[in-house]
């Protein structure tokens, strides 16, 4: 297997962040773990394996990222607002150490798909909404678009509503908006089985962002696996071997 695992660089964290890069050409994928996982955590619980045909035959490169989120969104002594403000220093990370490192690995490859499961999906959602310039498409798989629902507390500012996709979709309009609708394209997945509604909530989420991108004209598919789908790694197995070839 090609793999490449570097160290960059995270200000405003109590260490850097991990990348591990597989493949040796194709489209950058960027990878987001699951909730307060490491860029390991995808080979680890057989999502690369998954992928595997479209590495071999240099249709992609992988870039599995760290996530910050027990400084961030995990962090339940904290209110709300503080996590989003925090989550500010991950978003610099992603769009500056990490892209430009992809950048520099990958010349000329252009922009990027973003995906993730669970937690990561939201990351993944989030950062194709705002950064569509880089990230046009995102693959969702068993995410909750609405941290409010997070366990939070505390009142909300703005940094809490611009990290929100369910409070700031509703609102979108003018010049941005039409430049989303020719740029953005979202796959929306989750089942209908354990753990899926409770207590992640996950499907209902998935459903409500769903409406809003809907209501908006904003390009996406909803994809509602079966009673028996599971919020599980090997029900991402299947999805993200189904839906990411469409994109290489």
């Given at each position: 297997?090609?793999?490449?695992?570097?160290?960059?660089?995270?200000?405003?964290?109590?260490?850097?962040?991990?990348?591990?890069?597989?493949?040796?050409?194709g489209r950058p994928v960027v990878v987001f773990p699951s909730e307060a996982g490491r860029a390991w955590?995808?080979?680890?619980?057989?999502?690369?394996?998954?992928?595997?045909?479209?590495?071999?035959?240099?249709?992609?490169?992988?870039?599995?990222?760290?996530?910050?989120?027990?400084?961030?969104?995990?962090?339940?002594?904290?209110?709300?607002?503080?996590?989003?403000?925090?989550?500010?220093?991950?978003?610099?990370?992603?769009?500056?150490?990490?892209?430009?490192?992809?950048?520099?690995?990958?010349?000329?490859?252009?922009?990027?798909?973003?995906?993730?499961?669970?937690?990561?999906?939201?990351?993944?959602?989030?950062?194709?909404?705002?950064?569509?310039?880089?990230?046009?498409?995102?693959?969702?798989?068993?995410?909750?678009?609405?941290?409010?629902?997070?366990?939070?507390?505390?009142?909300?500012?703005?940094?809490?509503?611009?990290?929100?996709?369910?409070?700031?979709?509703?609102?979108?309009?003018?010049?941005?908006?039409?430049?989303?609708?020719?740029?953005?394209?979202?796959?929306?997945?989750?089942?209908?089985?354990?753990?899926?509604?409770?207590?992640?909530?996950?499907?209902?989420?998935?459903?409500?962002?769903?409406?809003?991108?809907?209501?908006?004209?904003?390009?996406?598919?909803?994809?509602?696996?079966?009673?028996?789908?599971?919020?599980?790694?090997?029900?991402?197995?299947?999805?993200?071997?189904?839906?990411?070839?469409?994109?290489?």
């Open positions: 297997m090609d793999r490449y695992q570097i160290e960059l660089d995270a200000p405003g964290f109590e260490r850097r962040g991990t990348v591990i890069r597989y493949g040796h050409w955590d995808y080979e680890n619980n057989g999502m690369v394996a998954a992928v595997q045909p479209l590495l071999d035959a240099g249709r992609i490169k992988l870039y599995c990222v760290d996530s910050f989120d027990q400084y961030t969104w995990s962090d339940q002594w904290i209110s709300l607002e503080e996590r989003a403000q925090r989550h500010r220093a991950y978003s610099s990370w992603i769009t500056e150490q990490v892209t430009g490192f992809i950048s520099s690995d990958t010349p000329g490859a252009g922009d990027a798909v973003v995906t993730g499961c669970s937690l990561g999906a939201y990351h993944a959602l989030q950062f194709a909404l705002t950064r569509a310039d880089l990230f046009p498409v995102a693959i969702c798989l068993s995410g909750n678009y609405d941290p409010s629902s997070w366990r939070s507390w505390g009142e909300r500012g703005d940094a809490a509503y611009f990290a929100n996709p369910t409070d700031y979709v509703p609102n979108l309009g003018g010049d941005h908006l039409d430049w989303l609708r020719s740029r953005f394209f979202a796959v929306l997945v989750a089942g209908q089985g354990d753990w899926e509604t409770h207590p992640t909530g996950a499907l209902p989420s998935t459903r409500r962002i769903s409406e809003l991108l809907g209501s908006k004209g904003i390009n996406h598919e909803l994809n509602l696996w079966g009673h028996d789908v599971s919020h599980d790694w090997h029900w991402w197995q299947r999805q993200i071997a189904e839906y990411l070839p469409r994109f290489c």
